[in-house]
Nanobody, 124 residues
Framework: QVQLIESGGGLVQAGGSLRLSCAAS????????MGWFRQAPGKEREFVAA?????????YYADSVKGRFTISRDNAKNTAYLQMNTLKPEDTAVYYC????????????????WGQGTQVTVSS
């Protein structure tokens, strides 16, 4: 079992930046692909970004965040990150990190391990 704890959310003005962290424990972190998802009120949880299991792994982004968000990981620290720049009000959501053994996926249902989420609110 993998335990995930997100941190770094908060309230920020449009155009600002936040960095989310996802601390993992319980299994060998470097065996897992990591994903970030978000869920706005009244909407389904959606894919934001994902990174393959190695530190400089392949990275994938939703079109809505491409060029503004950067996913990364530090396997020595068992932590994944989501750097969010040029934030927009439509980025407001609860952000979740998720882990999946081995390969990356864009699909919510293919990640068995989830954190509790961290709220990001972007004011206009």
């Amino acid at each position: 079992q993998v335990q995930l704890i997100e941190s770094g959310g908060g309230l920020v003005q449009a155009g600002g930046s936040l960095r989310l962290s996802c601390a993992a424990s319980g299994r060998t972190f470097s065996n897992y692909a990591m994903g970030w998802f978000r869920q706005a009120p009244g909407k389904e949880r959606e894919f934001v970004a994902a990174i393959s299991w190695w530190n400089s792994g392949n990275r994938y982004y939703a079109d809505s965040v491409k060029g503004r968000f950067t996913i990364s990981r530090d396997n020595a620290k068992n932590t994944a990150y989501l750097q969010m720049n040029t934030l927009k009000p439509e980025d407001t959501a609860v952000y979740y990190c998720a882990a999946r053994y081995s390969s990356v996926s864009y699909l919510v249902g293919e990640y068995p391990h989830w954190g509790q989420g961290t709220q990001v609110t972007v004011s206009s």
